[in-house]
């Protein structure tokens, strides 16, 4: 795989170039902000976290959350390294709303979003994925598994329900035991249907920003080659254009 090139999370972060970012959407898009409960309602323009993710993305940053928390320390203690000269200098984690951890939070600001007037509104259903390794319900909403272990499985389960001498909590706990055996048949996350708001443009929409030129840059070079970035959800697909602007 290619390294990545993460050097400009070493520099102190001077976001005083104006943009204009303009997107393009390809598709409707669903930019969910914080965790929600049952239904997931779309902002009508991505928050800071989310042009983290479309920047990372668009620079090829697919980093798995255990080298993000890695690098996410160490940043900590560079930008106090750094604040003793400069107070203003502070790193901060900002994970709140799911588990992504953004890594560009300190390189750029949204001055200002500038929506089309057309928008439109409708609510679908949307797979949402759960995991839980700690009991054998998992296997309620899994919609795949091993098929030569499909007939086995559900043996298992008919002789630990017919034993008359156990009692439902015991039932319970040995088909969990016997689930954490054979878990490998079984895939790693089930789905279950969730109502998810999405929004459709009546054409592009800007945002104002405020970026460091380095960032700038970077992205200018990538979206010479890779024109695409996905908003909000993995579905939610945009082209993007970014250009410097004199206020």
Same mark, same amino acid.
């Given at each position: 795989?290619?390294?990545? &090139?993460?050097?400009?999370?070493?520099?102190?972060?001077?976001?005083? @170039?104006?943009?204009?970012?303009?997107?393009?959407?390809?598709?409707?898009? *669903?930019?969910?902000?914080?965790?929600?409960?049952?239904?997931?309602?779309? @902002?009508?323009?991505? &928050?800071?976290?989310?042009?983290?993710?479309?920047?990372?993305?668009?620079?090829?940053? /697919?980093?798995?959350?255990?080298?993000?928390? %890695?690098?996410?320390?160490?940043?900590? %203690?560079?930008?106090? +390294?750094?604040?003793?000269?400069?107070?203003?200098?502070?790193?901060?984690?900002?994970? $709140?709303?799911?588990?992504?951890?953004?890594?560009?939070?300190?390189?750029?600001?949204?001055?200002?979003?500038?929506?089309?007037? =057309?928008?439109? /509104?409708?609510?679908?259903?949307? *797979? #949402?994925?759960?995991?839980?390794? &700690? *009991?054998?319900? /998992?296997?309620?909403?899994?919609?795949?598994?091993?098929? %030569?272990?499909?007939?086995?499985?559900? +043996?298992?389960?008919?002789?630990?329900?017919?034993? %008359?001498? #156990?009692?439902?909590?015991? $039932?319970?706990?040995? $088909?969990?035991?016997?689930?954490?055996?054979?878990?490998?048949?079984?895939?790693?996350?089930?789905?279950?249907?969730?109502?998810?708001?999405?929004? =459709?443009?009546?054409?592009?929409?800007?945002?104002?920003? *405020?970026?460091?030129?380095?960032?700038?840059?970077?992205?200018?070079? /990538?979206?010479?080659?890779?024109?695409?970035?996905?908003?909000?959800?993995?579905?939610?697909?945009?082209?993007?254009?970014?250009?410097?602007?004199?206020?």
């Amino acid at each position: 795989m290619e390294n990545l &090139d993460l050097s400009i999370l070493e520099k102190v972060p001077e976001p005083n @170039l104006n943009v204009i970012l303009e997107i393009e959407p390809l598709a409707p898009l *669903s930019m969910v902000s914080e965790l929600p409960g049952s239904y997931y309602k779309t @902002l009508k323009s991505p &928050d800071k976290k989310m042009l983290c993710g479309l920047f990372e993305n668009i620079l090829g940053w /697919h980093i798995d959350l255990a080298d993000r928390k %890695a690098i996410i320390k160490e940043l900590t %203690a560079l930008r106090k +390294q750094q604040a003793k000269k400069n107070p203003q200098i502070a790193f901060v984690d900002r994970t $709140k709303g799911s588990t992504y951890n953004p890594l560009l939070m300190d390189f750029f600001e949204i001055e200002l979003p500038v929506i089309p007037p =057309q928008l439109s /509104h409708y609510d679908d259903l949307w *797979s #949402r994925a759960f995991r839980r390794t &700690d *009991s054998y319900r /998992h296997t309620f909403g899994t919609r795949y598994m091993n098929t %030569a272990f499909i007939e086995r499985w559900n +043996q298992i389960k008919e002789r630990v329900d017919n034993d %008359a001498k #156990r009692k439902s909590n015991d $039932k319970e706990t040995l $088909k969990t035991k016997l689930f954490t055996r054979y878990m490998g048949n079984f895939p790693m996350y089930y789905s279950t249907p969730t109502k998810r708001e999405f929004i =459709q443009y009546g054409g592009n929409f800007q945002l104002k920003l *405020s970026i460091d030129s380095c960032l700038f840059e970077q992205l200018g070079a /990538h979206l010479q080659t890779e024109n695409i970035g996905y908003l909000g959800s993995s579905e939610g697909w945009v082209n993007v254009t970014i250009k410097e602007f004199a206020l």
